[in-house]
Protein backbone atom coordinates (compact mmCIF):
# COMPACT_ATOMS: atom_id res chain seq x y z
CA UNK A 1 0.00 0.00 0.00
CA UNK A 2 0.87 3.73 -0.99
CA UNK A 3 0.08 6.43 1.16
CA UNK A 4 0.43 10.32 -0.68
CA UNK A 5 -0.50 12.52 2.02
CA UNK A 6 -1.17 16.33 0.83
CA UNK A 7 -3.11 19.74 2.45
CA UNK A 8 -0.48 21.05 4.61
CA UNK A 9 0.78 24.58 4.54
CA UNK A 10 0.45 28.21 6.60
CA UNK A 11 -2.62 29.29 8.65
CA UNK A 12 -3.41 31.86 10.97
CA UNK A 13 -4.27 30.30 14.69
CA UNK A 14 -8.30 29.44 14.76
CA UNK A 15 -7.70 28.45 11.44
CA UNK A 16 -8.83 25.67 9.49
CA UNK A 17 -7.07 23.19 7.30
CA UNK A 18 -8.28 19.84 5.34
CA UNK A 19 -5.34 16.73 4.89
CA UNK A 20 -5.75 14.05 2.60
CA UNK A 21 -4.39 10.85 2.19
CA UNK A 22 -4.69 9.02 -1.04
CA UNK A 23 -4.35 5.26 -1.03
CA UNK A 24 -2.94 2.80 -3.62
CA UNK A 25 -1.81 -0.81 -3.82
CA UNK A 26 -4.55 -2.64 -2.11
CA UNK A 27 -8.32 -2.81 -1.05
CA UNK A 28 -8.75 0.60 1.09
CA UNK A 29 -11.99 -0.20 2.77
CA UNK A 30 -10.17 -2.93 5.14
CA UNK A 31 -7.74 -0.81 6.68
CA UNK A 32 -8.13 1.37 9.81
CA UNK A 33 -6.67 4.68 8.60
CA UNK A 34 -5.36 6.72 11.52
CA UNK A 35 -3.64 10.33 11.36
CA UNK A 36 -0.22 11.34 13.37
CA UNK A 37 1.56 13.90 13.98
CA UNK A 38 5.36 15.09 14.92
CA UNK A 39 6.76 18.35 16.48
CA UNK A 40 10.52 19.26 16.12
CA UNK A 41 12.04 17.25 19.24
CA UNK A 42 9.24 15.18 20.12
CA UNK A 43 7.66 11.94 19.61
CA UNK A 44 5.44 11.07 16.69
CA UNK A 45 1.89 11.50 18.55
CA UNK A 46 -1.38 9.64 17.52
CA UNK A 47 -3.68 12.44 16.14
CA UNK A 48 -7.83 10.37 15.12
CA UNK A 49 -8.55 7.19 13.79
CA UNK A 50 -10.89 5.82 11.37
CA UNK A 51 -11.90 2.41 11.25
CA UNK A 52 -12.92 0.20 8.80
CA UNK A 53 -16.87 -0.37 10.37
CA UNK A 54 -16.90 3.47 10.74
CA UNK A 55 -15.74 4.08 13.95
CA UNK A 56 -13.14 7.37 15.18
CA UNK A 57 -11.38 7.80 18.14
CA UNK A 58 -8.90 11.24 18.69
CA UNK A 59 -6.46 12.11 21.17
CA UNK A 60 -7.57 13.94 23.73
CA UNK A 61 -5.70 17.71 22.25
CA UNK A 62 -7.98 17.50 19.24
CA UNK A 63 -11.44 15.73 20.56
CA UNK A 64 -13.74 18.88 19.24
CA UNK A 65 -11.73 20.47 16.96
CA UNK A 66 -10.47 17.98 14.24
CA UNK A 67 -12.67 15.44 12.37
CA UNK A 68 -11.39 12.42 10.09
CA UNK A 69 -13.57 10.89 7.96
CA UNK A 70 -12.77 8.46 4.84
CA UNK A 71 -14.15 7.56 1.22
CA UNK A 72 -13.60 4.55 0.39
CA UNK A 73 -14.79 4.81 -3.35
CA UNK A 74 -11.80 7.49 -3.67
CA UNK A 75 -9.53 5.11 -1.71
CA UNK A 76 -9.28 8.57 0.54
CA UNK A 77 -8.81 9.77 4.62
CA UNK A 78 -9.38 12.98 5.26
CA UNK A 79 -8.38 15.41 8.58
CA UNK A 80 -10.61 18.06 8.84
CA UNK A 81 -8.73 20.60 11.44
CA UNK A 82 -10.73 23.45 12.76
CA UNK A 83 -9.44 25.86 15.61
CA UNK A 84 -6.21 25.57 14.81
CA UNK A 85 -3.81 26.59 17.66
CA UNK A 86 0.23 27.26 17.43
CA UNK A 87 0.75 23.59 19.00
CA UNK A 88 -0.76 21.89 16.57
CA UNK A 89 2.29 22.85 14.22
CA UNK A 90 3.83 19.31 13.21
CA UNK A 91 4.65 17.25 9.99
CA UNK A 92 0.91 15.10 10.15
CA UNK A 93 1.41 11.60 8.56
CA UNK A 94 -1.30 9.03 7.61
CA UNK A 95 -1.26 5.22 8.52
CA UNK A 96 -2.75 2.32 7.55
CA UNK A 97 -3.59 -0.36 9.72
CA UNK A 98 -4.59 -4.17 8.49
CA UNK A 99 -5.56 -6.04 11.68
CA UNK A 100 -7.23 -3.86 13.81
CA UNK A 101 -5.27 -2.81 17.62
CA UNK A 102 -6.65 -1.53 20.46
CA UNK A 103 -3.41 -0.08 20.83
CA UNK A 104 -4.25 2.41 17.78
CA UNK A 105 -2.05 4.84 19.80
CA UNK A 106 1.07 2.39 19.16
CA UNK A 107 2.96 3.39 15.94
CA UNK A 108 4.52 -0.05 15.48
CA UNK A 109 0.86 -1.37 14.69
CA UNK A 110 0.61 0.09 11.54
CA UNK A 111 1.61 -1.24 8.67
CA UNK A 112 1.95 1.76 5.89
CA UNK A 113 2.88 5.21 6.43
CA UNK A 114 2.81 8.23 4.33
CA UNK A 115 5.22 10.73 3.43
CA UNK A 116 4.60 13.40 5.87
CA UNK A 117 2.74 17.01 5.48
CA UNK A 118 3.83 19.91 7.05
CA UNK A 119 1.19 21.94 9.10
CA UNK A 120 2.42 25.36 10.16
CA UNK A 121 0.43 27.53 12.36
CA UNK A 122 1.33 31.14 13.20
CA UNK A 123 -0.16 33.83 15.38
Known amino acids: VQLQASGGGLVQAGGSLRLSCVASGDTFSAYAMSWFRQAPGKEREFVGI???????YYADSVKGRFIIFRDNAKNTVYLQMNSLKLEDSAVYYC??????????????????WGQGTQVTVSS
Open 95 to 112: AAQRLWSLNYRDTSRYDY
Open 50 to 56: TRNTGGT
